[in-house]
């Protein structure tokens, strides 16, 4: 399979034709002033607020903003498939020179799948459960006029999803999509959206579940795919780098406007709108090559990096250590008495020094976060110890582990599953200081105020309930929570891996500051490489449970040792880009 | 597979022996001695009621009284009611119409809870799916003897439609309305249910997806939607073959019917222990049964339970 693409400058803004290669040719998908409402009980909101977007026969285009910023709601728009009480209030969308909005839908359906293809979000949730997975991508070709017999259409079922790169595809066709992991369901689906051949694939934010390294081999398999077939693409994506690898041509939405819009590599190098400037800045893909810009926040941060510079990471005392830590569960079989073992984690040893962060970094599956959860205390180990300040944590009575847990403290991945949604954020941040009997209840209303102001938020936030805040706004509550009882040691799991770009690199920058002012040490567990760069200070690469690499920051990024740390160097979005050289 | 039907097989056993240990202690420690009062006003003469009491083993210690009854079950011979009747053949006669109009009520509520669910689900908000909540609710909060006693002075008397009562070896046609008052409630209940279970699918993702494959809406709402929405309804349907067993009893009242609740009724008034025990035993065991084919059933909608 060829993946490499040569990089043509699409069309800029001001000449939406562009010069050479299709001067001859019209646009596929024209988009116009387009302009997208929902009614909410309150009123209308106007989520799309005159949308221009052209894309040719062939060209991939990618539409780049965070959420909210109105990308998706665009996407979908073109086939009709707005969610709630979505409407298209003006403006036009053609393809292939017939106008869209306000077809029949019959008509509609006609389109979908047959012209317009869709590859969804979010593999897990977009497959049907009680289905196989060949009969879901038959569907389709029954659907969009596929002419031939059963056996046939089982034949072209099996060609699709080899195809789209699943190997052993007839035998795969056969099972169920709880049978596939989330990079083979994205497969599955990207055979689906190309089943009926269309002209146009929408791709909405394809792999943003998925692990780097399998994202990778994904897109660059989409890639070379919807070249080979001569598909338009257009992406959905959140991650700037990772739009400029794949599209030729950008479109930067925000707040339901374009801003900007032109060649991938010239909005890169050129940022024009304020708002791409900002995304630029702090893309973590591409900070990784220039990775002191997320520190370098005035002096006092700058001697901090001169700091870490100096000293050599083991120097401070180290909070945290395991030792030949293993986990292991047990399955139960298909017969009683049939049972295996599942080692999650491998006797694995590792050390956190006194205010620094240590980044267990690997793919879904490797084992990082049952670690993170024996540091605390959530899972037993089944042999090995982990020790906190020379103390081993299982020889701790219950009181002393009680009292240890005010040291140790959590932040969570999701901030809308951490957070009581029926406590007020007052008591979400109040609850570990009642629950560890600190101070009368107006010493901890003002700790309270205190630790809004620490992460930035208004102290009116507590009387406020999770559901009236921002995904961001939520994870600074949480790590308010965690922060409440001043705990020497944090343990991040994937702590920012659920937020925007923009968002992420606020709550970067809150933690580092944090670190720096409170002398926290950080566990800090990621798949995320790109956000490793800005914050850690030593990485311990994990696979399979072990620790297949343990260095610091710098070492793993310059000079990676394994050949899996490497594949997970290369896989991180924008990574090919050479970006201000 | 296997594994599993063998262990919820095996799960009758214990089930077997509790219910009707306990079945026959709680009658058993009843007050009031049944042989006494058979005679009514007059009463027995001593004589008889001891020779009654021999033949039905009354005048045993519980546990004898227990096995006597346990060893009747395996050697397929009840013994007689007081009224000289064998007790398989009172079972025998009240099992089937009680049946009959269990399996009726459960067509009817799946069938039209389903559809209306489905229907108003999909219109979620419209004047459809607002006046079916409505009535629903109402049809809930309505004890089964109001509906059945308007129910037979509308359609069996003023309209004469259906037959009033059901009277013995009922037809078909005659169980239709006590079938129907039995199906109310369970009938707005799944409807109720397929109906939250419907709006909670139409907006899931991969309904999106199937929509964007180009399939028609039709398809989309039968292969995507309503199976995915059956599997909680299916739940409910299992637990509820139990209840309109036992809930049949108001029911067989109103409409006369000589099914399981009246003749349980007569047993329990005339303290036959013996008809009490076998005719509870033969509902749990059905209860039991319905729940595994339930629960097989569950595995055939949803592929994402296998049992092991």
């Keep these: 399979m060829t993946t490499t693409i040569t990089l043509t400058d699409g069309s800029t803004e001001d000449a939406p034709v562009p010069a050479e290669k299709r001067d001859d040719s019209s646009p596929l998908l024209d988009i116009k002033d387009l302009r997208i409402s929902f009614t909410t009980a309150t009123g209308t909101v106007e989520a799309v607020r005159g949308v221009d977007l052209t894309v040719y026969p062939g060209q991939s285009v990618a539409i780049v903003g965070e959420s909210g910023s109105g990308k998706s709601t665009t996407a979908h728009a073109i086939i009709d498939l707005l969610p709630g009480t979505g409407k298209v209030t003006g403006g036009s969308i053609t393809f292939g020179g017939r106008e869209l909005v306000g077809l029949k839908r019959r008509e509609v359906e006609d389109l979908r799948g047959r012209e317009i293809g869709l590859v969804p979000q979010d593999p897990m949730s977009n497959l049907n459960p009680v289905w196989r997975i060949g009969t879901q991508i038959d569907e389709a070709l029954v659907a969009n006029g596929f002419q031939g017999s059963k056996a046939e259409r089982t034949a072209r079922v099996a060609e699709l999803l080899g195809e789209a790169g699943l190997p052993d595809a007839a035998r795969r066709a056969r099972q169920f999509p709880h049978e596939f992991s989330g990079g083979m369901r994205q497969r599955a689906l990207i055979a689906i959206g190309l089943a009926s051949r269309p002209k146009l694939l929408i791709a909405d934010e394809p792999t943003s579940a998925l692990d780097v390294t399998v994202q990778k081999k994904i897109l660059d398999h989409l890639e070379g795919l919807t070249a080979e077939l001569g598909t338009a693409v257009l992406f959905i994506t959140h991650d700037l780098g990772l739009a400029a690898e794949r599209a030729e041509h950008l479109v930067v939405m925000y707040k339901g406007k374009v801003v900007e819009s032109g060649p991938a590599l010239q909005i890169l190098k050129d940022p024009q709108h304020e708002y791409t400037k900002r995304l630029v800045a702090s893309a973590p893909s591409l900070a990784s090559r220039r990775i002191q810009s997320a520190h370098a926040r005035g002096t006092e941060a700058e001697d901090l990096l001169a700091e870490h510079a100096d000293e050599s990471a083991t120097a401070a005392p180290d909070v945290v250590v395991a030792k030949d830590l293993t986990k292991v569960f047990h399955i139960r079989g298909s017969r009683p008495g049939a049972h295996t073992d599942f080692t999650a984690v491998d006797s694995i040893d590792f050390a956190l020094p006194k205010g620094r962060t240590l980044a267990l970094v690997g793919e879904s599956g490797s084992g990082k976060s049952t670690a993170a959860n024996m540091v605390l205390g959530l899972l037993e180990p089944t042999s090995g110890t982990v020790q906190f300040d020379g103390k081993d944590v299982a020889t701790m009575s219950a009181k002393e582990q009680f009292a240890l847990r005010r040291r140790v403290q959590p932040v969570f991945q999701n901030p809308y599953g951490s957070l009581d949604p029926t406590y007020s954020i007052f008591r979400s941040i109040e609850e570990p200081l009642a629950l560890h009997r600190v101070g009368d209840r107006k010493s901890r209303e003002k700790r309270v105020r205190e630790l809004l102001d620490m992460v930035s938020l208004p102290q009116a936030t507590m009387r406020r309930f999770p559901n009236e805040l921002s995904g961001g706004q939520r994870q600074r509550i949480a790590i308010a929570r965690a922060l409440a009882l001043k705990p020497e040691v944090l343990v991040l799991d994937e702590a920012v891996s659920a937020l925007d770009v923009l968002v992420q690199a606020q709550i970067l920058t809150l933690l580092n500051d944090l670190q720096a002012e409170l002398g926290l040490s950080f566990l800090f567990i990621t798949h995320d490489l790109a956000v490793v760069r800005q914050i850690a200070d030593l990485v311990a690469v994990m696979k399979d449970g072990r620790i297949v690499e343990h260095a610091t920051t710098d070492e793993v990024f310059d000079n990676p040792q394994q050949e899996y740390t490497r594949d997970l160097l290369a896989a991180i979005p924008g990574a090919s880009l050479e970006i201000g050289a | ?308």
Excluded: C
Excluded at chain 2, 218 to 243: E, K, Q
Excluded at chain 2, 293 to 302: E, K, M, N, R, S
């Design chain 2, 1 to 308: 597979m296997l594994w599993y039907l063998g262990r919820r097989l095996l799960q009758v056993i214990p089930v077997f022996i509790g219910a009707t240990l306990l079945l026959y202690a709680l009658v058993f420690l009843r007050p009031g001695d049944p042989v006494a009062a058979l005679g009514g006003e007059r009463g027995l003469p001593e004589a008889v009621q001891q020779q009654i009491r021999a033949q039905f083993h009354l005048d045993q210690p519980f546990f004898v009284q227990y096995l006597y009854f346990l060893k009747g079950i395996f050697t397929f011979d009840l013994g007689n009611t007081f009224t000289g009747r064998p007790v398989s053949e009172v079972v025998a006669d009240a099992l089937p119409i009680t049946f009959q109009l269990a399996i009726m009520a459960l067509l009817i509520e799946t069938v039209f809870g389903i559809g209306f669910g489905l229907f108003a689900g999909l219109r979620k908000g419209k004047l459809f799916d607002s006046t079916v909540l409505v009535l629903s609710l109402l049809l809930i909060a309505l004890p089964t003897f109001v509906t059945g006693l308007v129910l037979q002075i509308v359609v069996g008397v003023q309209l004469d439609w259906l037959p009033v009562t059901a009277g013995r070896d009922p037809d078909v046609v005659s169980l239709l309305m006590p079938a129907v008052v039995l199906a109310t409630t369970s009938f707005a209940q799944i409807l109720r249910l397929t109906r939250t279970s419907v709006i909670e699918n139409v907006t899931a993702d991969f309904v999106r997806t199937a929509r964007a494959k180009g399939l028609s809406r039709g398809r989309v709402v039968n292969r995507h939607v309503l199976r995915n929405s059956l599997i909680p309804v299916v739940t409910f349907i299992g637990v509820d073959l139990g209840n309109l067993m036992t809930g049949s009893i108001v029911t067989e009242g109103i409409f006369n019917i000589n099914g399981v609740g009246g003749t349980l009724f007569d047993a329990i008034s005339r303290g036959e222990s013996v008809t009490i025990v076998t005719m509870s035993t033969v509902i749990v065991l059905v209860y039991i049964v319905a729940n595994l084919l339930v629960d097989l059933l569950y595995a055939v909608l949803d592929p994402r339970i296998r049992y092991a």
